[in-house]
């Protein structure tokens, strides 16, 4: 069995396999959608495919909505040429239950996949035109926290940004140009209203989206390459809405062991790609079942009936507590917090660390001791029962094969978000954190695990970040088995608002961070004996 269009024929086969399929004709459906897009999604990847795709999916299946999803692509190229094109953009959404149960399904709500490559004119046309298009009601994305990134730590453009700004709309590589270059062949098109909605883990979300794409829009303005109309066009939101959300669904890397579980079923052709940026995608797209989508209802163009697919559609204020809740106290802390201890303990998969009784209790203190008391309840989620679900059977789910290093890319990128939200919450509160200690010991073991050697003093792979690079500047001289080696390396780390969204300092808790530090790096064994130290 292939999963395309000519292999989806032999319905048969399928669902001796125990695939579901598609109601509706996959084909049909995407030459329906390349003549009349209705939505893009920007950043194709895994969580993606099976969730959001997942929604589209469902609603075209209930008859609730015509069209598909254009994917569009602006950082890996090779995931449209070697995972969607061959298999005719289907993919095969596998769910890990708990209990080791697993449901198959192929999903063929995602239609087109359009390199937005600037240099590539065919490409770079088709997108126009998916843009130019009256009838398109929103463009969403998840592209993560570093997608919205124009400046670096120290308030500069990124360089990929700054040529950009120089080169104009017609040269734009980053994300954020291509989008905002989008937006202006939308307005010489007539100006239709439109939806752009973050799907990302990024706190207010959707404000991020806006303040980059106007701070794009200005420059070029400044530039003379746009008129001052297309800003007003972009900042009137009775046309142009950037509404916010929260989104919730553990995404692992596709699995080795689902991988051979569909090919074993008779599925061909599933094997794990690893492009050369470092994706990892297949033809499938492993993930849990529970999931959350809330979003505030402000699309001026119409929208899909969203909650026909279980999202939660409400208004700004309610996006902002769920999101709070989330990514600043019960899922996404939790993650950040135990991913580094994990690899330096020497587990790979989340839930195996999750069994380890100083692990698990650093989970417990961050979510349920430390961020609960100061987290605002959204009302349509409640966040005691969210944090309880996740603790006994979100992390815990051996099946789910999710790995601490993947969870551990990109870390500078959130901790002002994991950790800093709740940090100024109890400065708020108390006028200091210093009644905070798993957060600390969160921070400190992100510190203490870029060193890149583990409790035993080994040799450990770091996973990506952007700032490694900065980080291990300004970690230099700190060396494993010489606790006196740390004398003020960390000053200029833990006092940087761009990192944390406060000075730890100021905060109260920047000394006790150093003193965790430097008793983790006392010797073999030293974070185990650290972790006991404070959290019992």
């Not at 130019?132 to 570093?146: C, G, P, R, W």
């Not at 400044?222 to 297309?230: P, S």
């Not at 679900?389 to 790995?403: A, K």
């Not at 109260?508 to 019992?536: C, D, F, H, W």
Request: aromatic share 10%.
């Amino acid at each position: 069995m292939k999963l395309n269009y000519d292999g989806l024929k032999d319905r048969q086969a399928w669902e001796e396999a125990g695939v579901l399929l598609p109601s509706y004709d996959p084909a049909v459906l995407a030459e329906r959608t390349r003549k009349n897009p209705v939505w893009v999604h920007f950043g194709i990847g895994n969580i993606f495919r099976i969730f959001i795709g997942g929604i589209a999916d469902t609603l075209i299946r209930k008859g609730q909505m015509d069209r598909g999803i254009t994917c569009a692509e602006t950082f890996d190229y090779e995931v449209a040429d070697r995972i969607y094109k061959p298999y005719d953009n289907l993919v095969m959404a596998v769910t890990l239950h708990e209990d080791g149960r697993t449901e198959k399904r192929v999903l063929g709500s995602l239609t087109e996949a359009v390199k937005a490559d600037s240099s590539d004119a065919g490409e770079w046309k088709r997108l126009k035109e998916v843009f130019a298009n009256q009838d398109l009601q929103l463009v969403s994305f998840t592209i993560t926290e570093k997608g919205y990134a124009l400046r670096n730590p120290d308030g500069q453009y990124l360089g990929y940004v700054k040529a950009d700004i120089e080169k104009g709309p017609e040269h734009a590589v980053g994300v954020m140009g291509v989008v905002t270059a989008m937006l202006y062949e939308r307005f010489k098109a007539g100006g239709a209203p439109l939806a752009l909605l973050s799907m990302d883990n990024v706190s207010r979300n959707g404000r991020k989206l806006r303040e980059s794409v106007l701070e794009m829009a200005e420059e070029w303005r400044a530039g003379g390459f746009v008129e001052r109309e297309f800003c007003s066009y972009l900042r009137d939101e009775s046309r142009i809405t950037f509404p916010w959300s929260m989104i919730d669904k553990i995404t692992p890397r596709p699995g080795d062991s689902v991988r051979a579980m569909l090919e074993k079923s008779g599925v061909e052709d599933m094997g794990i790609v690893v492009t050369s940026k470092s994706t990892y995608i297949a033809p499938f797209a492993n993930a849990e079942e529970p999931q959350y989508l809330v979003v505030e209802d402000a699309f001026p163009n119409g929208r899909p009936p969203f909650e026909e697919a279980g999202v939660y559609m409400t208004d700004r204020e309610t996006v902002n507590k769920a999101e709070r809740m989330k990514v600043t106290v019960c899922l996404n802390p939790i993650h950040t917090a135990l991913c580094t201890y994990d690899c330096m303990l020497g587990y790979t998969l989340f839930a195996d660390g999750m069994k380890d009784p100083e692990i698990s209790e650093l989970a417990r203190q961050v979510g349920f001791c430390e961020g609960l008391p100061v987290v605002e309840d959204p009302g349509i989620l409640s966040p005691k029962d969210f944090l309880d679900e996740l603790m006994h059977v979100r992390f815990p789910n051996p099946y789910l094969g999710d790995t601490s290093a993947r969870i551990a890319v990109d870390i500078s990128q959130m901790t002002a978000i994991r950790f800093g939200e709740t940090i100024k919450a109890y400065v708020r509160r108390d006028g200091d954190a210093k009644k905070l200690t798993a957060i600390p010991l969160a921070i400190a073991g992100w510190l203490r695990y870029l060193l890149g050697v583990d409790d035993e003093g080994q040799p450990m792979e770091l996973s990506p970040d952007p700032m490694i690079p900065y980080m291990k500047e300004q970690l230099e001289g700190i060396r494993f088995g010489y606790p006196e080696s740390l004398t003020d390396q960390l000053k200029g780390v833990l006092s940087n608002e761009t990192l944390f969204g406060t000075d730890l300092y100021k905060a109260g808790i920047g000394e006790r961070i150093e003193e965790m530090v430097r008793s983790e790096i006392s010797g073999p064994g030293a974070v185990r004996r650290t972790l006991k130290q404070y959290l019992y």
